[in-house]
Nanobody
Framework: QVQLVESGGGSVQAGGSLRLSCAAS????????MGWFRQVPGKEREGVAT???????SYADSVKGRFTISRDNAKNTLYLQMNSLKPEDTAMYYC???????????????WGQGTQVTVSS
């Protein structure tokens, strides 16, 4: 059974930092492209950052220079370091694994339950 479990969310003031973690089980983690997504109620889910099996990363323009995605294959864990947080970063953050090996194709893939991040001004 595949499980992705996020942690590390919380409330922080603008300018602060948080580090999200996503622990994966039930998959050969090193073979999956992984990503972080976020969603605000009433809005569509948006991609935040992805990291492929070779460690190549991509970021949404809105978080470039502030967020860093990383992975530890030995620990089957995905991270998102979030610095210089802004109120507009407030959302539920989800981690996801690609739909199949090596592809960054997330619809139909594996998803966690989410962790809430709230940034106050």
């Amino acid at each position: 059974q595949v499980q992705l479990v996020e942690s590390g969310g919380g409330s922080v003031q603008a300018g602060g930092s948080l580090r999200l973690s996503c622990a994966a089980s039930g998959i050969i983690y090193s073979r999956y492209c992984m990503g972080w997504f976020r969603q605000v109620p009433g809005k569509e889910r948006e991609g935040v950052a992805t990291i492929d099996v070779d460690g190549r990363t991509s970021y949404a323009d809105s978080v470039k220079g502030r967020f860093t995605i990383s992975r530890d294959n030995a620990k089957n864990t995905l991270y998102l370091q979030m610095n210089s947080l802004k109120p507009e970063d407030t959302a539920m953050y989800y981690c996801a694994a690609g739909r199949r090996y090596y592809t960054c194709d997330f619809p139909g893939g594996y998803w966690g339950q989410g962790t809430q991040v709230t940034v106050s001004s």
